[in-house]
């Protein structure tokens, strides 16, 4: 009588594990690349307004200067909660807590990825500001927007919204 032998059966591990591995790094390598190019594009398009509202939003009358800035914020306006600028209230006076380093990047950030109505409000600032024009945060329950003024008058801007009146003469 002949005695079998019985063989083991070898389970076969493969390349499975380290296949799928390395297609995972490489996914997410890709995706990475992918995004560094559109923030890229972005960051170009950003400079570009940027340079634009410095270079054709000057000279102008009161309404114009508003309808301008406007005119360039419209396209990276995207109101979402981010509680990236925060107002609150001290001795009677509405103060600004910016919860990153400078004032460019918040700015740069807002335009980037969007905010609510105190980080617009905090970009229109930024906007007059650069144009030594007279500015104000107007607080309402849940709310704040911006007055800008010169001589002539004042506008309010809301988010893409603005309406300008002119002082009696």
Not at 65 to 79: A, E, G, R, S
Request: contains cysteine.
């Amino acid at each position: 009588m002949k005695i079998k032998k019985r063989h083991k059966i070898k389970k076969k591990r493969g390349l499975t594990f380290p296949i799928l591995l390395a297609s995972l790094g490489l996914l997410i390598l890709i995706i990475s690349f992918i995004l560094s190019l559109s923030t890229e594009v972005k960051e170009e398009e950003i400079e570009a307004c940027v340079i634009n509202v410095q270079q054709d939003c000057s000279n102008l009358s009161l309404e114009d200067f508003t309808k301008c800035l406007v005119d360039y914020v419209k396209p990276y306006y995207n109101y979402t909660k981010r509680n990236l600028v925060e107002y609150y209230k001290k001795d009677g006076k509405y103060l600004i807590r910016k919860f990153n380093s400078t004032e460019e990047y918040v700015f740069r950030d807002i335009l980037f990825n969007g905010g609510d109505c105190s980080e617009w409000a905090y970009v229109y600032r930024v906007l007059a500001e650069s144009y030594n024009y007279t500015y104000t945060e107007v607080f309402v329950p849940n709310h704040v927007y911006n007055v800008v003024g010169d001589n002539t008058g004042y506008c309010d801007i809301d988010g893409l919204n603005y309406r300008c009146r002119s002082y009696g003469k």
